[in-house]
């Protein structure tokens, strides 16, 4: 059993920077691929950025990339979501996730066996 806790979300002006974390209970963070998605109101749960489970391997969305880092700390037992130049369609509830498959297959929803409850990140234009 893994809980995931994340942090960081708050209000920030469009081209400003939030950094998300997630910090994961447990001994075997190392094994988890760990991704992070996000909802908007009134839309879909979609797929943001992920993470293999040794940090060798990243996949983003196109939609973030070149703007939004994703890394972890295998130390820590935390994730993290480092969100620059932010636009206000960024806005939403930010979920992270693990994933103890031994296959890293980053985008899908379904394949991700814990979630945390979500922070939410607001960007004003």
């Known amino acids: 059993q893994v809980q995931l806790v994340e942090s960081g979300g708050g209000l920030v002006q469009a081209g400003g920077s939030l950094r998300l974390s997630c910090a994961a209970s447990?001994?075997?963070?190392?094994?988890?691929?760990m991704g992070w998605f996000r909802q908007a109101p009134g839309k879909e749960r979609e797929f943001v950025a992920a993470?293999?489970?040794?940090?060798?391997?990243?996949v983003y969305a196109d939609s973030v990339k070149g703007r939004f880092t994703i890394s972890r700390d295998n130390a820590k037992n935390t994730v993290y979501l480092q969100m620059n130049s932010l636009k206000s369609e960024d806005t939403a509830v930010y979920y992270c996730?693990?994933?103890?498959?031994?296959?890293?297959?980053?985008?899908?929803?379904?394949?991700?066996?814990?979630w945390g409850q979500g922070t939410q990140a607001t960007v004003s234009s």
């Open positions: 996730a693990a994933d103890r498959s031994a296959f890293f297959s980053a985008r899908y929803a379904s394949v991700y066996d814990y």
């Open positions: 447990g001994r075997t963070f190392s094994n988890y691929h």
């Open positions: 993470i293999s489970s040794g940090g060798g391997t990243t």
